[in-house]
């Protein structure tokens, strides 16, 4: 967010509302109407002034109507902009000409009430439609006693209830008396697979969140007793089963099976009441009820529709298709994010990528027409090479870490360290102001060493460093003590200790800072091709994509055909035939005069580093060398082989998979077959694969669904965990239950069993209101395999790059980067990443296409600095560390007859492997000398042997 | 002018500056187009900004 605050070549309008859009894919004009904001954005400190002069008080959204805040005032401190704004209904000045208090205190004379609306007319090429969801309707709300009851709140009000940043600094109270509480329960469903509320799909994230907002009040009271009520846990991400299986056990949660139909109350505490599994009724009391609200359609859904001139489905989200997920029914217009269903961040955040390479194929021919690069102002190295004058910077994060550390304590002391010329705390350093106000500091007092003490330089070192470099300062004399994470997030009930933790750390970056010496950033061109491993769905969408985008591509396919998986899928979720998605694929890719197609080719050999990658790929008898700047690894996944319910035994037993081809050749596989048992989760969820497969429930109702229109009288049983037809595909189960499909729910500790008997087949499964086992006597039985993953081990080994435990890539970051993995230029897509369905593979695979596209359109890339360099005096040539480097970044040479090492910088990681090695200390890393790592220990060492 | 010579444009609107609208926006930009963020409220960051944590790594939103 703040990275968009401050690149030149975007520009924010807020307060800011589409009017027109006219024209044609690659020339539209956009008519954007702007509300004035009343504080001018380039003289507003955010100091706050006038929130606190201001005699007006108004509903404070941001924290959901919780609390008040004033007239003028900021979101959120973190916000951007990072200017204060007037809220124009209730302002005294602009509607009665009165007050102007705030005016007149404001010593910045950012107030301004001559700011009028503006009309923008903006040329554009494309359009992306990411306005998000809109909130469940208060009368849905209102059925479980929303308003009526204080105690039932909503999940983003209990969101803020947690927050430290939120209207009670993070306590947990109930709203009625403001005391502590000890039971909650949370509602799942609300205002999602409903159709009484017009609702009848899936939210798709309430399970997930739910679970965390549990987990959080868990961790603010660990006596809290909190209770779940679910119909089915959807927690089908990613991951996601294995992050609730470790909160469930962790936090001790109660997962209830059951739909609440209403909430009582009852001697001030609110009464549920539910039928279990086992059709036992219950009833409990609870301190505070928690709605989990569904994802609605956006409230101005309809307005933005017939503005850009695009459908809506019959929920009102953007209207879209499995083949091709992110465009509207407009050229030119595109969508990502919860507008196009309901979905996760992780979800939204591949979206997003997505679209910018739809638009990027788009307007190719027209990209740099319109940017600016920046520049930066040259280094002051005579600055940086006088005598040390460390400024220390501490960093509340609001109360993430003020809440437990002493942060003026830790400032305080700092400021007694040698060296440290300048101290300083701040509410949240990340914000831009606060950056801002750093700079100025750093100038000011001419400071050469900057030590932040605040979170992760995993995730925010880069920014510092950038306004490091925005004002002559080389990045590389920058150091950061994470004093959250390893402080008030792990000593969070010892607040003195973990301040004296944050005043070690702060002492170690100190006596580090002081040896800190610039490091030299470089550049290497990009090799402008990129290589796609694997020519499935995703394979092929990622090649085109990149090659639409104006760039080279080469696609290698293991197989002698392309494809993938897709071949065998026979329909698509929304009822198209595959063959017609597969063929239009194939033909694109296959004339498209960027694309070049290896067959039968696999990937034996990759060297080097990211814009200058160079790949041997076996392809017959011969090894290839191809030479490109990017990787996308689309290797897809495989369907999972059944070891048990007699699987391979008798061939009654068939696959998901195996169904489609069969019922694809005609109906003959349904000749004499009177009932059908489906059998979800076989492999998965923790039978032979602990992941969730993601995609079998639905397709199982998808080939139910195709059964009974074929064979309307045929009984079909369907045996499952948890129904995870999530987003719309809850349309479908509900069309299968309506068309007689029968559900029976197994634990997963009784899975069913097939068993053969004179010759019939007969599925065994416990039923939990007959509390017994039944028989079910099947025609056939259909498999819901998992999608385990393929044979990537030798790729991960080629790349040098982690599997999950499941044996899928591991990406970079689950929510920021989606698409990546940690290498740089490497890029993920499709079943490889994890298992998913046809149209979010086709979403991810532009999402690869896009971020791969990125270092190909700067046609540069710049290399990490944190690299080792060898002292060649000191090098005795013994070769350890060529041989122990796993990213061959180190050659060895002769000067003089005499073997020294020698780093490739390029390709150097700075892992640091050699430096640790080196028998003669010839090694040393940029960021981290030995003399700088020493003088951070004995700091620390120092300190307490006094 | 007749169709297919009109120029296209080098700039993107995104509408709307959630997290998907800030990614899309950051990717363009990084692209090579000029983006305009379109966003109603007053600023951007959307419901994720609003958010403590997020699951499953219980990150820090912001």
Redesign the interface.
């Known amino acids: 967010?703040v990275?968009?605050g401050r690149?030149p070549?975007?520009?924010?309008?807020?307060?800011?509302?589409?009017e027109t859009l006219e024209g044609e894919p690659?020339?539209?004009t956009?008519g954007?109407h702007q509300e004035p904001?009343f504080i001018d954005d380039d003289k507003c400190t955010a100091c706050g002034t006038c929130t606190m002069y201001c005699p007006m008080p108004i509903v404070d959204l941001?924290n959901?109507r919780l609390n008040i805040t004033r007239a003028p005032h900021?979101?959120?401190v973190?916000?951007?902009?990072s200017s204060y704004?007037i809220d124009p209904k209730a302002c005294l000045r602009i509607n009665y000409e009165t007050c102007n208090l705030c005016a007149q205190t404001c010593t910045a004379q950012a107030i301004d009430f001559s700011q009028k609306p503006r009309k923008l007319s903006?040329?554009?090429?494309?359009?992306?439609?990411?306005?998000?969801?809109g909130r469940t309707d208060r009368s849905v709300l209102e059925k479980y006693g929303y308003g009526r009851f204080l105690d039932v709140v909503t999940s983003?009000e209990f969101?803020?209830l947690?927050?430290?940043?939120?209207p009670t600094e993070?306590h947990i109270v109930r709203l009625s008396d403001k005391k502590p509480l000890k039971k909650i329960a949370f509602l799942q469903c609300v205002g999602s697979r409903d159709e009484t509320c017009g609702n009848g799909y899936c939210s798709t994230v309430c399970c997930?969140?739910a679970?965390?907002e549990a987990?959080?009040a868990k961790e603010h009271d660990q006596d809290l007793d909190i209770a779940l009520f679910f119909m089915d846990v959807r927690t089908q991400?990613k991951?996601?089963d294995?992050?609730?299986e470790r909160a469930e056990e962790k936090c001790g949660l109660r997962v209830i099976r059951a739909r609440i139909p209403m909430v009582d109350q009852v001697d001030g505490q609110l009464a549920l009441t539910w039928t279990t599994d086992e059709g036992k009724s219950c009833s409990e009391l609870f301190d505070m009820v928690v709605l989990s609200e569904g994802l609605n359609a956006p409230k101005d859904a309809k307005t933005?529709a017939e503005i850009?001139g695009i459908e809506l489905n019959h929920y009102e989200f953007c209207k879209t298709s499995v083949d091709s997920p992110l465009a509207a029914s407009r050229d030119g217009v595109y969508v990502?994010?919860?507008?196009q269903g309901p979905k996760?961040?992780p979800e939204?955040?591949t979206?997003?990528?997505g679209?910018?390479a739809m638009?990027?194929e788009?307007?190719s021919?027209?990209?740099?027409?319109?940017?600016v690069t920046i520049s930066y102002p040259e280094e002051d190295k005579a600055l940086a090479s006088e005598e040390p004058r460390i400024g220390v910077f501490v960093c509340h994060c609001g109360s993430?870490i003020a809440g437990v550390v002493d942060v003026k304590a830790v400032r305080d002391y700092a400021g007694t360290l040698p060296g440290v010329v300048f101290c300083e705390d701040a509410l949240y350093s990340?914000s831009q102001d606060a950056l801002k106000g750093i700079a100025d500091k750093i100038k000011a007092n001419r400071l050469n060493r900057v030590v932040i003490a605040a979170?992760s330089p995993r995730t925010h070192e880069p920014l510092f460093q950038e306004t490091l470099k925005s004002i002559g300062l080389n990045p590389a004399l920058i150091e950061m003590a994470n004093i959250r994470d390893q402080c008030s997030w792990v000593h969070s009930r010892e607040p003195k200790a973990a301040t004296e933790k944050a005043k070690d750390l702060v002492r170690m970056a100190v006596a580090k800072a002081g040896l800190l010496e610039p490091l030299e950033q470089t550049t290497v061109d990009v090799f402008p091709t990129a290589l796609v491993i694997g020519g499935g769905a995703a394979g092929m969408t990622a090649a085109l994509s990149i090659a639409d985008?104006g760039f080279e591509c080469v696609l290698v396919e293991r197989s002698d055909q392309l494809g993938g998986n897709l071949r065998r899928l026979v329909w698509t979720m929304d009822g198209k035939e595959t063959s017609k998605v597969l063929d239009d694929l194939i033909k694109r890719v296959d004339g498209h005069p960027r694309v070049r197609i290896m067959l039968q080719a696999q990937v034996d050999d990759v060297s080097g580093f990211l814009g200058n990658f160079t790949s041997s790929i076996v392809q017959g008898e011969q090894a290839v060398v191809v030479d490109h700047g990017v990787i996308v690894i689309a290797t897809g996944g495989k369907e999972y082989c059944p070891k048990s319910y007699q699987y391979g035994k008798n061939n009654r037993v068939i696959t998901q998979l195996e169904l489609e081809a069969s019922l694809a050749k005609g109906k003959g596989v349904l000749k004499n077959v009177k009932n059908v048992v489906m059998i979800q989760c076989v492999g998965s969820r923790g039978e032979d694969m602990s992941h969730c497969s993601r995609l079998c429930c639905t397709q199982a109702i998808k080939n139910a669904l195709r059964l009974k229109e074929i064979k309307p009288n045929l009984r079909i049983y369907c045996l499952y965990r948890d129904m995870r037809t999530y987003g719309f595909y809850e349309d479908l189960f509900r069309e299968a239950r309506k068309k007689g499909v029968i559900f029976i729910r197994y634990k997963p500790d009784r899975r069913p069993q097939v068993i053969e008997q004179d010759r019939k087949i007969k599925v065994r499964v416990f039923d939990r209101l007959l509390k017994d086992e039944i028989d079910i006597s099947a025609c056939l039985v259909v498999l819901s395999v998992g999608i385990a993953p393929g044979d990537n081990e030798v790729l991960a080994k080629v790349i040098k790059t982690p599997l999950t435990p499941e044996g899928f890539f591991l990406e970079a970051h689950?929510?920021l980067r989606p698409v990546e993995l940690a290498s740089e230029g490497i890029y993920l897509c499709g079943l490889a990443h994890g298992p998913k369905c046809l149209d979010e593979s086709i979403a991810q695979a532009k999402a690869a296409a896009?971020?791969a596209?990125?270092p190909l359109?700067?046609g540069k890339a710049a290399v990490a600095p944190i690299v080792s360099r060898v002292d060649r005096d000191a090098c005795i040539g013994c070769g350890i560390c060529e041989s122990l480097c796993p990213f061959n970044a180190i050659r060895l040479f002769k000067v003089n007859k005499r073997r020294k090492a020698e780093t490739i910088t390029a390709s150097c990681k700075g892992c640091g492997i050699c430096a640790s090695h080196c028998p003669t200390l010839a090694i040393s890393m940029g960021g981290f000398t030995d003399e700088a790592i020493m003088a951070q220990i004995h700091a620390f060492a120092g300190e307490k042997c006094i | 002018m007749p169709e297919g010579k009109?120029?296209?444009?080098?700039?993107?609107?995104?509408?709307?500056?959630?997290?998907?609208?800030?990614?899309?926006?950051?990717?363009?930009?990084?692209?090579?187009?000029?983006?305009?963020?379109?966003?109603?409220?007053?600023?951007?960051?959307?419901?994720?900004?609003?958010?403590?944590?997020?699951?499953?790594?219980?990150?820090?939103s912001?």
């Open positions: 967010m990275e968009a690149s070549n975007i520009e924010i309008l807020t307060s800011a509302r589409l690659g020339r539209f956009a954007v904001r941001y959901e900021i979101d959120y973190q916000a951007i902009p704004y903006l040329d554009i090429g494309a359009v992306v439609l990411a306005p998000g969801f983003m969101e803020r947690t927050c430290t940043s939120g993070g997930m969140y679970i965390k987990s959080v991400g991951g996601f294995a992050a609730r933005i850009a990502a994010g919860a507008f996760d961040i939204s955040v979206q997003a990528s679209v910018a638009a990027s788009l307007l021919e027209v990209r740099n027409t319109r940017t993430n990340c979170c985008q689950v929510k896009a971020k596209a990125i359109a700067k | 009109t120029k296209k444009s080098g700039a993107v609107m995104v509408l709307g500056g959630g997290i998907a609208g800030v990614q899309t926006t950051l990717d363009l930009a990084d692209l090579g187009y000029y983006v305009y963020l379109v966003e109603k409220k007053a600023s951007i960051g959307g419901v994720m900004a609003q958010l403590d944590k997020t699951f499953p790594t219980n990150d820090c912001l």
